[in-house]
């Protein structure tokens, strides 16, 4: 488990068009952009795909999107976005409520590809998050994990349960 790096960009890319999508479609060509963009979802779907690539390439080179990866060997095999709310734009009105004094990071998502699932992968993700937060200074974390999912390839921002093995405590729930 390390720090996503400026020169990973293209095995990040990579990553997202190794893995399997049958679960949701819609989730292809995202590459992780998705919260970084403000706006319509009808904005967000002339942006999936290659312009979606496009912007991780770029944001990954530039240190924009930023989080930690899980690594067999030099292949990525999992993924945790997390980054400063500032650089969020999707959540910043969402966030607004639960943001106070010094600098708030956020737990965007996860992912793992399916030959490494069920192997705590997101949990030391996490764990990693937890601790590069804490030395970079962060007086908070959000997560946004959402309620068990019959499809459990779904629940991208995590399990609750995840969350309360560490310290995240919760603060409200909202629409499941």
Known sequence: IRKLEPQDALSFVEFFEDMDFQHNEFWRGCYCQYYHL????????????????NMALINVARAYTQGYLALDGERIV??????????????????QPWLGEGKTAVVACFMVHPAYRRQGIAGQLLEAAVQGCQ???????????????????????????????LVFQRVAEIEG
Do not use: D, M
């Open 38 to 53: 403000q706006g319509s979802i009808e904005k967000w779907i002339e942006t999936r795909g290659e312009k979606a690539r």
């Open 78 to 95: 999992g993924w945790c976005h997390v980054n400063h709310q500032a650089k969020l734009l999707r959540l910043t009105e969402f966030l």
């Open 135 to 165: 030395e970079e200074g962060f007086s908070a974390i959000i997560g946004l994990p959402s309620k068990e999912n019959p499809i459990p390839e779904r629940e991208y921002h995590g399990r609750a349960a995840l969350y309360e093995r």
